[in-house]
């Protein structure tokens, strides 16, 4: 029997979306804090990105894998989920960087280029579930019965 919430939503659904976004915090934390760390040092924003979207992409899948759906996802949908939000996120701390140059503060710059890095990744946030939920980690159809397989039909 399936519980429906007051949303109408199976409970399990709730449950699934806040295990997925517990994982996504733990990443994001770690995340931001690689981007936060290589930038205020003067790594470029594009380097900073890429350590940044590593630090986070390990814990990610495994949390993910393990806690979220429970099990293996397909790879290869998943790693061009996660390649393509990497490279939306390089794009805009890359455009994000240039914009800030101006800019004589260079705590305002981390502020500002780091707040763009979270914005990309909470927008993404959404459509990565439904990625992952459909494509990455969605359950395999149930097998046809053998018997009905062979069993002919008459007509």
């Not at 007051?6 to 659904?13: A, E, H, Q, V, W």
């Not at 986070?56 to 790879?75: D, E, M």
Request: charged letters at 10%; aromatic letters at 12%; one cysteine or more.
């Amino acid at each position: 029997m399936r519980v429906l919430t007051k949303t109408g939503l199976p409970r399990s659904r709730w449950l699934l979306w806040a295990k997925y976004s517990a994982s996504s915090v733990v990443a994001t934390v770690v995340s931001q804090l690689a981007f936060a760390l290589c930038y205020w040092f003067g790594t470029a924003a594009i380097v900073a990105t890429l350590v940044a979207w590593l630090a986070g992409a390990v814990p990610n899948y495994v949390l993910n894998r393990r806690y979220t759906w429970g099990r293996s996802g397909q790879k290869l949908p998943y790693t061009i989920i996660v390649i393509g939000s990497a490279v939306t996120a390089a794009v805009v701390t890359s455009v994000t960087d240039h914009l800030v140059q101006p800019i004589g503060s260079h705590a305002l710059k981390t502020l500002l280029v780091t707040g763009s890095y979270l914005a990309t990744y909470a927008i993404l946030f959404i459509v990565k579930f439904v990625l992952f939920d459909r494509l990455v980690f969605a359950k395999p159809a149930p097998a046809a019965d053998p018997v009905e397989a062979r069993t002919p039909v008459t007509t």
